[in-house]
């Protein structure tokens, strides 16, 4: 079967570094997208990784291990707006997201 | 640019009307469609694909004569939510992508459905 683990719910303060970890199993692998999505809103895209390697986008970074079926999204200075859910999202081998409930971060002043 | 937009925002109707979502591409033209739902704190869940000028693609368990999907032009996709019920009640978010299925996809505000 095809699945997604991240934690449910992180909480971080303002400033700070936070690091959302996901392991994936799926069906073959044609990449992973991280989306943000606030509350009541639909998902907005952060990021694509198709190799290994980190990838860097202003604060926001994401990391892929394929061998590992791991990725996580690195979030730097940290504000009050990065309050959100933020899902992990592998390509399966029909090229199909495979949409998880996503972790939701809670930053506190 | 890619910008994709979802008309109406909300809408609250009587159970057994039909509902229409329309989703729009406004700055680009968008090979693929797609159409999801999504109930409180759950995860987006795909309910069809459609390409410009065919058919759309079901997942398993939606029920297509339900849920009608046309796709007529490159920037327009359009779902019917046919005799409504209350349980049909959610959130419907589309996307538009450009072409590759590795391409990012670009979401709508979504609509949000309350059927009384």
């Known amino acids: 079967g095809q699945n997604i683990d991240q934690p449910t719910e992180m909480t971080a303060t303002e400033g700070a570094i936070v690091q959302i970890n996901c392991t994936y199993q799926?069906?073959?692998?044609?990449?992973l997208f991280w989306y943000q999505q606030h509350a009541g809103e639909a998902p907005t895209f952060l990021s694509y990784n198709v190799l290994d390697g980190l990838e860097e986008k202003g604060r926001f970074s994401s990391f892929l291990s394929r061998s590992k079926g791991y990725s996580y999204l690195l979030l730097k200075e940290l504000q009050m707006k990065d309050s959100a859910s933020y899902l992990c999202v592998p390509l399966d081998s029909n090229y199909q997201l495979i949409w998880g409930a996503g972790t939701k971060l809670i930053i506190k002043p | 640019g890619a910008v994709v937009s979802q008309h109406p925002s909300w809408v609250i109707c009587k159970s057994g009307t039909s509902v229409k979502i329309e989703c729009r591409s406004l700055d680009f033209q968008a090979t693929t469609m797609f159409w999801y739902r999504q109930f409180p704190k759950q995860s987006l869940m795909l309910m069809a694909t459609?390409?410009?000028?065919?058919?759309?693609?079901?997942e398993q368990g939606v029920e297509k004569d339900k849920f009608l999907i046309n796709h007529a032009s490159l920037t327009l996709s359009t779902l019917t939510v046919t005799s409504a019920h209350p349980e049909d009640s959610s959130f419907y978010i589309c996307?538009?992508?450009?072409?590759?299925?590795?391409?990012?996809?670009?979401f709508g505000p979504g609509t949000r459905l309350t059927v009384l």
């Open positions: 996307s538009a992508s450009k072409g590759l299925a590795t391409d990012e996809q670009f």
């Open positions: 459609s390409n410009e000028g065919s058919k759309a693609t079901y």
């Open positions: 799926t069906s073959g692998f044609n990449g």
